[in-house]
């Protein structure tokens, strides 16, 4: 069986109705995977697809799309399933066509994602491990938020990055940030269900203007993780912030824990991309050292 025919079989089994699909559609503007879309005329599905070994990277996805879509409030793509076909792995979800934000597309994505950190459990962490792009994300449970942040994110990051050769400087000033930083976490957050890596590139609208996200790094964790990374390449505009303030204002100390949160995606950057990210790994170390 070709490639297709597997996932078409798979499609079928898991919505019990015949799928014979026409010819995929390749679509561009993945980071990290292709896309495709996989119609039979009626029927419309996103499929990604990547490495055999990446399987468990889509099953962490669809875990992490389903428990999104589970707090009922922002639009989330329907994960259908995900296998191996042919040497490689696959995950399908609903296709959704994208639109345009509207007058409003902003302030509805500000209360939605609002809403959405609302969705809480007793630890920090998730029942499973992820990615963050193709890196792996560890999410074992802690109730202290400091702790796991210090463990399971920046000392995690570090480790990776003496692991590629970023050892000296960085190594020495994340040390000593990791030692020192709980001073600047002087809050106490709850375990808010987050997306995880909600950059400008992992939210668009629907046809009606409906907030979409997806592609998401779940765990629960201090919501003002996902703002904060909201911020990291260009934000989402002051409708969208306006919006997120009126339904759940943020604790003094925001603008500081901004960049310390920050930091753990320009450390992963810099893991997945290169040393084009060691100087603003550094420097922001440097300024939150500054800090405490
Ligand atoms: P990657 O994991 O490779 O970064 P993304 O999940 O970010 O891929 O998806 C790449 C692009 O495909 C997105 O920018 C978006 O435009 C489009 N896309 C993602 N999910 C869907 C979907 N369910 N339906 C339609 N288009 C989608």
């Known amino acids: 069986m070709t490639q297709w025919q597997i996932i078409a079989e798979h499609v079928t089994q898991t919505t019990g109705m015949p799928f014979y699909p026409l010819e ?12 495709v879309r996989l119609t039979d005329g009626e029927r419309v599905y996103f499929v990604k697809l990547n490495g ?13 799309l389903k428990e999104m879509a589970d707090a009922s409030v922002i639009r989330v793509p329907s994960p259908l399933c995900c296998g191996l076909s042919n040497g490689q792995s696959y995950l399908v979800m609903e296709f959704i066509e994208m639109g345009h934000a509207g007058r409003s597309g902003g302030e509805s994505a500000g209360r939605q994602l609002a809403a959405m ?11 499973r491990d992820n990615t ?43 040390e000593r940030l990791l030692e020192r930083f709980h001073v ?23 046809r009606e203007g409906n907030p979409v996200i997806f592609d998401p790094a779940v765990y629960y964790g201090d919501r003002e993780a996902d703002l904060a990374m909201t911020e ?8 969208f912030y306006d919006a997120y303030r009126e339904s759940r204002p943020l604790s003094p100390g925001y603008s500081t824990r901004k960049n310390l949160y920050n930091l753990y995606h320009i450390l992963n950057h810099l893991n997945l991309f290169g040393g084009g990210y060691l100087g603003q790994a550094t420097s922001m170390i440097d300024r939150l050292l500054a800090e405490v």
């Open 52 to 64: 055999a070994a990446l399987l468990d990277m889509f099953e962490a996805e669809s875990d992490g």
């Open 184 to 206: 600047l976490i002087d809050h106490q957050p709850q375990p808010s269900l987050l997306h995880g890596d909600l950059w400008g590139g992992n939210l668009a609208y629907d």
């Open 24 to 35: 995929p559609r390749h679509i561009g503007g993945g980071c990290i995977n292709t896309g």
């Open 117 to 127: 950190h609302r969705a809480a459990q007793p630890l920090f962490g998730w029942r």
């Open 232 to 239: 990291l390449f260009g934000g989402f505009g002051n409708h």
């Open 132 to 174: 963050i792009g193709s890196t792996h994300q560890p999410n074992q449970q802690r109730d202290n938020w400091i702790d796991f942040w210090r463990e399971q994110r920046l000392g995690f990051q570090l480790q990776l990055a003496a692991r590629n050769g970023y050892r000296g400087g960085l190594q020495r000033q994340g």
